[in-house]
């Protein structure tokens, strides 16, 4: 429990300095927002480049702009992951689609073979029974 009292005041201590030393706290900013801020920091709110004022909510642009970026870069990266994912996925049922053809078209080229054997014999059968038939024998 102390340690959480502490660090409150702690906060509300280094609120207090930013506040006294900057005139404006990084409280009040994430109060007031990116936009608010930079208008303000662009209409000279905040005095002009070389100010501690101006240094401190330009720095605190600039943090920021980098939290956003890195949390987009988490995004794109999330992302990416799920598109590999989804690729190998697709690669996986390819790879398998491809085997199954493969054994569809070995099967294809036996039921051929069978086929022309089948009608090999049929004509010799015929044929037998033709010269059977030309020569009076049932």
């Known amino acids: 429990m102390d340690s959480e009292r502490t660090t409150e005041e702690e906060r509300e201590m280094q609120i207090g300095f930013d506040r006294g030393t900057y005139g404006v706290s990084r409280a009040d900013l994430d109060e007031i927002g990116e936009r608010a801020a930079r ?13 501690a004022p101006f240094a401190f909510v330009s720095a605190w642009l600039a943090d920021a702009e980098f939290a956003r ?10 992302r ?5 994912s989804i690729a190998k996925s697709a690669s996986f049922a390819a790879t398998a689609a491809a085997a199954a053809a493969s054994d569809a078209n070995t099967i ?9 054997a089948a009608a090999i014999i049929a004509a010799i059968a015929a044929a037998i029974a033709a010269y059977a038939a030309t020569k009076g024998v049932k």
């Open 80 to 84: 990416e992951a799920e598109t590999l």
């Open 39 to 51: 208008d303000n920091l662009n209409t000279g709110k905040y005095g002009h480049p070389g100010l």
């Open 108 to 116: 294809a080229r036996s039921n051929r073979l069978i086929a022309i």
């Open 69 to 78: 970026s890195q949390a987009d870069a988490a995004k794109r990266d999330a």
